[in-house]
């Protein structure tokens, strides 16, 4: 396979993954699909406010996604110069995608913020915890309100973590690609 074919393949499903992960980092700001939580102070879990599936896992992989697809198109970026380019910008989608992995594996292990019923105050009731409250499904009864805010965070942020580990793994590899791209050229005058 060439390099610049290469590139195409891993910059496809980059694009999605960075909208995936701006979409789940959006929608984590209104849990039970009501704004009244967004509006309010200290009702929303501190690490969705890190905006990690968004800037990290979504603008920081977009943007070396559009290059990274370029070096694939003819008579544009498909030279050395551009996978040696490629490298640094698979560099920054890399970065991104260890940013949102760790707000994302920061908000699985505290858990979200909610009405927790044994207090009766907005707390973040599972944050030392050490994630074991993954595992407790009957603690998870006592978050009031949101309703179901738990199943909430879990699933959005497990979404979040299973695509920055995806972005990471395919900016790995097109470091890889852009360095065999710039060293041996792109293939693209053999066809």
């Known amino acids: ?3 610049g074919a290469c590139s195409k393949f891993i910059a496809i499903p980059l ?3 960075a909208l995936v992960s701006m979409i789940c980092n959006i929608i984590l700001f209104f849990p039970d699909f009501d704004t009244k939580y967004a509006a309010a102070e200290g009702q929303i ?3 969705v406010k890190y ?3 968004f800037i990290g896992g979504g603008i920081m992989v977009l943007i070396p996604a559009i290059h990274i697809h370029l070096t694939s198109a003819k008579n544009c970026c498909a030279n050395r110069c551009g996978m040696f380019l490629s490298i640094g910008f698979a560099a920054a989608g890399v970065l991104g995608a260890v940013y949102s992995l760790s707000a994302a594996a920061l908000g699985l292990s505290n858990g979200p913020m909610c009405f ?3 207090t009766q105050q907005w707390e973040v009731p599972f944050a030392n915890s050490s994630g074991s409250y993954l595992s407790d499904k009957d603690q998870w009864a006592l978050c009031d ?6 199943e909430f965070n879990v699933g959005l942020f497990s979404t979040l973590l299973v695509a ?3 972005e990471l793994v395919l900016c790995a590899i097109q470091m890889v690609n852009g360095l065999v791209g710039c060293i041996c050229g792109t ?4 066809q």
Do not use: H, S
């Not at 309100?145 to 738990?150: I, L, T």
């Open 1 to 3: 396979m060439c390099t």
């Open 15 to 17: 694009y999605i993954l």
């Open 45 to 47: 879990t501190e690490e």
């Open 51 to 53: 905006m990690g599936g």
């Open 116 to 118: 927790w019923w044994p």
């Open 145 to 150: 309100v949101p309703k179901n805010v738990v």
């Open 164 to 166: 920055a580990c995806l």
């Open 187 to 190: 293939c693209g005058d053999k």
